[in-house]
């Protein structure tokens, strides 16, 4: 039965307030018949006809369709537009939505969902027909059927059918040998392919090799009909990720890059699969040619094709219609039934568009002002609080996966392998690792948002291995194993060993390797740190200038060299540094085994991303055993004992692991998810969509700004929706360091959840005694059953913790009621609301005597409020009152506007101690018509067809009641 919403008013003696009820469609008109779902369906249609035949109804440039278009923020342009020699995240966050790949990976479950591949013959191990497909199984055929019982074969069906490139080509089976082809020549993404190619050229380059057999890399076409084929892959040794990334290359066309335009010799360039290839031989596909490829425009087949990019501002890429994956697609009902949360669709959005802001302040600032939609990067810590309450803004917490590191070039003698090979720089990487304090790093800079890091995998993930060795803040301990270690220090030209140097150690009095060379290989011995500027990521930068001036104090001299992003990853791509700090974020399905290939396998130093130049023939072992074993222990084991190697050789110093904060407005857009690490990703790009008719908030209720060391704090949330408490709304909640007593619930009749926050232990240092350690207490989603309700956006709230004997003010904040309804009542009332501010001292007894400032902070919504007094002074209760008075909205149509106030207080005994908090404030634009002004009729005729339609529908109407009565 369908349903529509019907307002009832009410009115209490200070404020008039709508509620909401909903019922089944039985409206009941005054002569008593009931008009139910037919003549409502009836009604409706003479109401659609009259508008298609009725001229338009709006002036001009009103009321008409427009793109639906997803504006994004960049920190940094596009490096080019051929994938393979630009693989940086600014290129990378274009070019993945134009190309594809042949197979999709549900997030949930991890399992491969049918897409251009749509499974195996893993049931028959023959490929005679379609039938031999078993769709959705990707699996290994049965080893009965496999020519060498020691090699793995593997049948893999692709359907083709609508599958076209940007340019309206057809993708053929061709195209998907032609990937594998291109891929297994590219160093930095061979890696998946090296399965298929004989042991003994695994990892060559093919351009260098010249003896090539037709069947150097097994994958032959065993079937074709029509629009659809089938592969056989026959692995040369084994691969455990091979369904995932071996049968999956980016999909590149073959009419373009195979062709004399990508700088081939001739047109229809040959592939190892090819009658009579050579590598050398001038009618073969050349990767060299292509690495000068400017690519432009790119064509690929992906949910979005290539519109335009100008460099150094902005560029766009539009939804390609076309693209197979939507409600025509064969498999849909397949999909559909076995991955229930996925829907077979394209995006709504019609494009996406890429602006540059080279700062978080710049794109702050853009999306407070709704220019853009979405921050593609981190939001700076300094940020949360000015945006965590910002109407139509959302803060989003995602652990990041991957790391941010500290970089040696064991290259150079000073910090790795001398010229007999031996590690030399052994010592002095420990030694440094001793001056970081990453602590400091994660509880400053990042918030608490974090952890800190003690290898290359995360202490909370399930491959951790807690035994690794680690390396505290020590830098006692530094000069120590230096001493030991027959470093000596230059004491004005006289070189000091053992405890004679670690005593004179320090700023000028600086350490020299053993044999008496400067250390570093700037000018006077300096080692350079490299990192990206302040501007670009704050937080790397400030990381390094707390390591390189623990370094001076303890003797080692260096600095920090601050580059733009470009600059420091071309720096290592060539090996040209002594230190450098960046970081690595890998997809949601990439296993340690295929990551610690790639960045420390000794195959991987002169054209991988082994950029330490990182050698050890165990740990080499260890990783080619996991990526090789399908005994999940055995390869837990190896991964065990592959980060203990890391751990303890130190080719990396992984510094932190984040958990990253990204805003996006929420006032135009819904449908943002939160997986791999980001919000932006293929599941957020088919989900977005325009404004639901209701939105559901959460929001707190009298939070606290601040709390005491392990103390237990009460925590309540309410849930509405348009400005009324709603019922039965289920969330769930989160806090970044401490404990909730429930991270889950369903609010009660008054749409409101309680829980208790436990504070964690704070240690009393100095720096947290001054300024405490920040939780960030986050609603991460509200959800009602009502598919008219948008979910509530995650909401934040910063809450500090200080350490025993530390003093502060904790202010809480409660506006009664918490939503002004209506802005200007039909009388000419302006509505208001009361706001009681509370001031608590560490032990929790009220401050009276405290002055305390509130006003409303400028964001989206023009401050349209009145508050009185502007400044109070806390009584015996420690209670400061305020009264905030709406000004009246100018869209008179019942929507909700959002303000945030902000509360300020100063200790009565010293000005030294403040406190803040904020608070949602919404305001009811209530609907009212502005009376017709006689002497201004220019806008009369805008009205006539309005009402002329409406006087039709109602005639209509009578007419159709009239026959129901007869």
């Known amino acids: 039965m369908n349903r529509i919403t019907l307002f009832t008013k009410h009115r209490t003696t200070k404020f008039k307030y709508y509620t909401k009820r909903r019922t089944n469609v039985i409206i009941y008109s005054p002569g008593g018949f009931s008009f139910g779902f037919e003549m409502y369906r009836r009604v409706l249609a003479v109401i659609v006809i009259l508008a298609m035949i009725s001229p338009p109804l709006f002036p001009s440039g009103q009321g008409q369709e427009t793109d639906l278009v997803l504006r994004v923020a960049m920190q940094d342009d596009m490096k080019g537009l051929n994938p393979i020699t630009n693989g940086d995240v600014w290129s990378n966050n274009v070019l993945r939505w134009i190309y594809d790949y042949p197979i999709l990976i549900d997030y949930d479950t991890n399992e491969i969902i049918p897409y251009i591949a749509i499974g195996t013959a893993n049931l028959t191990g023959k490929a005679e027909s379609w039938n031999d497909c078993a769709i959705g199984n990707f699996g290994y055929s049965p080893q009965s059927t496999w020519a060498n019982a020691s090699k793995q074969e593997a049948i893999v069906f692709y359907d083709f059918e609508n599958v076209t490139w940007h340019d309206g080509t057809p993708m053929t089976i061709r195209d998907v040998m032609f990937s594998l082809h291109l891929s297994a020549q590219v160093p930095e993404w061979s890696n998946p392919f090296n399965c298929l190619m004989d042991s003994y050229l695994a990892g060559v380059d093919w351009n260098t090799y010249i003896a090539w057999d037709p069947d150097t890399l097994h994958v032959t076409i065993v079937w074709e009909d029509g629009n659809k084929a089938a592969l056989k892959f026959v692995l040369q040794t084994p691969y455990s990720n091979f369904f995932r990334n071996t049968i999956s290359p980016m999909l590149l066309p073959y009419h373009i890059w195979g062709n004399t335009v990508s700088g081939q010799n001739v047109d229809g360039a040959k592939i190892w699969c090819d009658p009579g290839y050579n590598a050398t031989s001038t009618d073969s596909w050349q990767v060299a040619a292509v690495y000068s490829y400017e690519n432009d425009p790119p064509i690929g087949s992906g949910l979005f094709k290539f519109e335009y990019w100008e460099t150094g501002q902005m560029g766009r890429i539009e939804t390609y219609r076309e693209h197979f994956y939507g409600p025509d697609y064969s498999y849909r009902s397949y999909i559909e039934a076995n991955f229930p949360d996925r829907v077979v669709k394209q995006p709504t959005i019609d494009a996406i568009t890429f602006n540059i802001y ?59 392998y001398n ?17 970081i304090d990453k602590n400091k790093i994660v509880q400053r800079l990042l918030m608490n948002l974090g952890l800190a890091g003690h290898g290359p995998i995360s202490s909370i993930s ?70 990206p500027n302040g501007l670009y990521d704050p937080i790397r930068y400030q990381s390094s200038l707390f390591f390189a001036e623990q370094m001076r104090d303890i003797g080692i001299n260096a600095e920090t060299v601050a580059m733009d992003f470009g600059s420091i990853v071309n720096r290592m791509e060539q090996r040209d540094f002594d230190m450098l700090i960046l970081g690595w974020s890998f997809g949601f399905l990439s296993e340690p085994s295929d990551y610690f290939y ?58 932190y692991f984040r958990s990253n904060i990204y805003a996006a407005t929420t006032g135009k857009m819904f449908g943002w998810v939160s997986q791999e690490g980001t919000i932006l990703n293929r599941d957020t790009i088919v989900n977005l969509r325009g404004p639901y008719l209701y939105s559901l908030n959460a929001r707190f209720v009298e939070p606290p700004s601040a709390v005491l060391s392990n103390s237990t704090n009460k925590l309540a949330v309410i849930v509405s929706g348009e400005g009324l408490p709603m019922a039965n709304a289920r969330f769930t909640m989160n806090a970044s360091i401490g404990k909730l007593s429930a991270e889950a619930g369903i609010t009660n009749d008054n749409g409101k959840f309680s829980t208790n926050f436990t504070a964690p232990y704070v240690p009393p240092t100095a720096e947290n005694i001054l300024n405490g350690s920040m939780a960030f207490i986050i609603v991460s989603s509200a959800t009602c059953d009502d598919p008219d309700y948008s979910p509530s956006p995650p909401r934040f709230i910063p809450v500090i913790v200080y350490p025993e004997g530390a003093k502060f003010i904790s202010l809480n904040i409660l506006a009664d009621p918490d939503t002004i309804s209506p802005d200007i009542a039909a009388d000419g009332t ?13 032990d929790g007894i009220q401050l009276a005597g405290s002055s305390v400032t509130l006003s409303a902070v400028p964001g989206a919504n023009p401050v349209n409020l009145t508050i009185e007094p502007h400044t109070a002074v806390t009584d015996s209760n420690g209670k400061a009152q305020f009264t905030v008075t709406a000004g009246d909205l100018p869209n008179n ?74």
């Open 419 to 435: 010229e007999t090979g031996y590690d030399v720089g052994k010592p002095l990487r420990r030694a440094m690792s001793h001056c």
């Open 462 to 531: 399930s491959w951790y291995n807690s035994s690794i060795p680690t390396y505290p803040f020590d830098p006692d301990a530094a000069k120590q194993i230096l001493a030991d270690a027959g470093y000596k220090v230059n004491n004005s030209g006289t070189l000091l060993s053992g405890d004679a140097a670690r005593a004179a150690a320090g700023p000028d009095n600086w350490w020299v390797n053993p044999n008496g060379s400067k250390i570093g290989s700037a000018a006077d011995g300096v080692i350079e740190i490299l990192t």
């Open 598 to 655: 790639s960045l420390f396998h000794s195959s991987n130093i002169d054209i991988g991303r082994n950029y330490p130049g990182y050698r050890n023939e165990s740990f080499d072992a260890l990783i080619d055993l996991a990526r090789e074993t399908d005994d999940d222990e055995i390869r837990k084991k190896c991964i065990f004992e592959a980060q203990a190697a890391i751990a303890y050789d130190l080719p990396y110093d992984v510094l």
């Open 893 to 966: 149509d019942s929507s909700v506007a959002e303000y945030v106030l902000k509360a300020t207080a100063v200790h009565p005994d010293d000005a030294n101690i403040t406190g803040e908090n904020s608070i949602v404030l919404m305001v009811v634009d209530a609907n009212q018509t502005a009376p017709t002004d006689t002497a201004a009729n220019s806008g009369l005729n805008e009205w006539v067809l309005p009402l002329t339609l409406v006087l039709i529908v109602l005639i209509a109407l009578f007419v159709l009641i009239k026959r129901k009565r007869a």
């Open 830 to 842: 302006a509505g208001f609301t009361y706001v009681t501010v509370g001031a608590t001292d560490q």
């Open 358 to 416: 080279h700062t978080a302040e710049q794109a702050v600032w853009a999306l407070k002002s709704g220019d853009i939609d979405y921050i593609a990067w981190a939001i700076p810590p300094t940020f949360f609080q000015e945006l965590a309450n910002e109407p139509n803004i959302t803060l989003w917490s995602a652990p990041e996966n991957g790391f941010f590191y500290l970089a040696y070039n064991m290259g150079r003698g000073s910090f790795g």
